[in-house]
């Protein structure tokens, strides 16, 4: 079985790199999703540059908007702008796919030459026993990661964490910022005081006449 492997072409090897790069692609994203996660759980106190990209461009949508309409929409697209290394994130998670199918593809191309060149099966069979050996381990792995589940999580929260603390936040610092922005009323002059104005522009003998006729009304 030693020799069976040992004449193997370079076709092989370019599986197995193949093989790793897709499950290095894969563990990267479930670093990233990762490490989102352990960010959202605090954003008043985020760190991770992604999160605060998000939580910047909320704050400026809903002054500029005079609040979002739709959040879990925003969320979603935010996070399909999200890189990885500078690569889109759903860009970067089909990598590893398409680097599976080339690793079983140079596999499968060594099955072939092999064969075409009046070998045996045997000499065949270890290449069919790596490519369910790789199938089986890959998709073991992505379940264990759980990439898709982790996304899902990542946006529940961040729609969670806008509607119900960032922006009745927002709602009330322009509630506060209207209050202030209100003129306060003016004194009261002194020859107004004198005619007998009061603050309900009434002179005191209307005052008397109105004070009166509500109580015959009470009355």
């Not at 290095?24 to 996660?37: F, I």
């Not at 369910?132 to 589940?149: I, K, M, P, T």
Request: charged share 25%.
């Amino acid at each position: 079985m030693h020799d069976i492997f040992l004449t193997q072409s370079y076709i092989f090897i370019y599986a197995a790199v193949f093989f790793m790069l897709s499950l290095l692609t894969l563990l990267v994203q479930w670093v990233h999703c990762r490490r989102l996660l352990k960010g959202a759980e605090n954003m008043s106190t985020v760190s991770h540059k992604s999160l605060k990209i998000i939580h910047t461009k909320f704050v400026q949508c809903y002054y500029m908007n005079e609040g979002v309409a739709n959040i879990p929409v925003f969320v979603e697209n935010c996070l399909e702008k999200d890189k990885i290394c500078g690569i889109s994130r759903r860009t970067f998670g089909k990598w590893s796919v398409q680097l599976l199918f080339l690793s079983i593809l140079c596999a499968g191309a060594e099955i072939f030459r092999i064969l075409a060149s009046a070998g045996e099966f045997l000499e065949a069979l270890p290449c069919y026993g790596i490519c369910a050996l790789e199938l089986y381990l890959f998709f073991s792995l992505r379940n264990l990661c759980d990439v898709e589940g982790k996304q899902a999580l990542l946006e529940l929260r961040l729609v969670e964490y806008f509607e119900n603390h960032l922006e009745p936040r927002l709602r009330l610092n322009e509630a506060m910022n209207r209050v202030e922005d209100v003129p306060e009323p003016k004194p009261v002059r002194a020859k107004e005081k004198a005619k007998g104005y009061g603050p309900e522009g009434f002179s005191g003998e209307k005052g008397d006449e109105l004070e009166a006729l509500l109580r015959e009304m009470m009355f």
